[in-house]
């Protein structure tokens, strides 16, 4: 179960050079085609912490036409995680932590700035608990599934929210009202490159919105995706665990273009989805060691347009190990 406690730092092990906290905000104005994100990974027995700031407009196949990157890395890791600045010109505050934050952002440059609100909408998810994730295994024999990383193996809780404020890109201020789901990760997490997993998210409004991680298969250059890891459906402010769903894409190079998904909660209730990409990039800097394929999605749902982040993650070795020139598997 998810507390105020963890919108901060967690006790841990000072001597575990591995111990990794991260907190993630995705961003959007849908009718621009502009697709955000704010980042930071943080290291505090190591003393360092990792913001990447990214914003782009349309779809970027290639890293030189997204609009904004701000990777910085070895910043002064800061004291307290539910309210800092960091030296790159962001600052974090759980307002009502883990559920509401505040976020402001000033490029050293000028080219680009926000002060985003994002107001949750329920109890955040905890895929460590039974009686939220239907499809938790308990068990001492619980296979690892390396495609998964270290990431949310640990401590993790997942909100779906309300993004309100402005964004500064290039000159150009625009108004953000969007939805989607922000993240606090927590744990030991050496990085390895071994990742494959697909971050989804499908949101409409107050009234309803979907979280899902699926692994990904890669084999002879064709992405497919396997069984539901764990996910959730927020139904009018309830809270409630995925059982099944099934995803396929189209892509170009490596950039889902389209999707299908079909879910199942635990209720036995049912839904179908078709998205179109509006925008996306690739995005390497949040991780030296992982990239993600990140797209901003279109769903229609009866009457109701939704969006929402449509990420592919890979670690670097996972890629190279299947489409590099040395490649070994999936040949």
């Known amino acids: 179960m998810i507390t105020d406690k963890d919108a901060d730092f967690h006790p841990r092990d000072p001597s575990d050079r591995t111990w990794t906290e991260t907190t993630f905000l ?60 960091l030296a790159n010109g962001l600052s974090v505050q759980a307002t009502n932590g883990p559920r509401d934050y505040h976020l402001q952002y000033e490029n050293v440059l000028g080219a680009c700035s926000f002060d985003l609100k994002f107001r949750g909408l329920h109890v955040p998810f905890d895929p460590h608990d039974p009686k939220q994730n239907p499809l938790l295994d308990t068990s001492a024999a619980a296979p690892v599934d390396p495609r998964l990383g270290a990431a949310w193996s640990n401590g993790h809780f997942e909100c779906k929210g309300h993004i309100t404020g402005e964004l500064m890109l290039r000159g150009k201020t625009y108004k953000v009202d969007y939805y989607d789901g922000m993240d606090h990760s927590w744990g030991p997490r050496p990085e390895v490159g071994q990742r494959s997993v697909s971050w989804i998210s499908l949101n409409f409004g107050d009234d309803l919105a979907f979280h899902l991680a699926v692994p990904m298969n890669l084999r002879r250059g064709e992405v497919s995706y396997d069984k539901l890891r764990f996910g959730f459906v927020v139904d009018k ?95």
């Open 26 to 85: 995705p961003f959007a104005v849908p009718e621009e085609g502009i697709f955000g994100n704010a980042y930071v990974l943080a290291r505090p027995n190591m003393g360092v912490a990792i913001s990447s700031i990214v914003v782009t407009r349309g779809i970027c196949l290639q890293p030189y036409e997204m609009d904004f990157v701000d990777p910085q890395m070895h910043l002064p890791c800061p004291d307290k995680f539910s309210k800092y600045t």
């Open 237 to 331: 402010g309830e809270v409630v665990g995925l059982t099944e769903a099934q995803v396929s894409a189209t892509r170009v190079q490596m950039m889902a273009m389209s999707n299908h998904i079909r879910i199942k909660d635990v209720r036995g209730k049912t839904w179908e989805f078709f998205g179109t990409a509006i925008g996306g990039h690739p995005w390497y800097s949040f991780n030296p060691s992982h990239t993600c394929f990140q797209m901003l999605m279109r769903y229609q749902h009866g009457n109701t347009v939704g969006y929402g982040e449509f990420g592919d993650i890979f670690g670097l070795d996972y890629l190279g190990e299947r489409v590099s020139r040395s490649a070994r598997e999936g040949q």
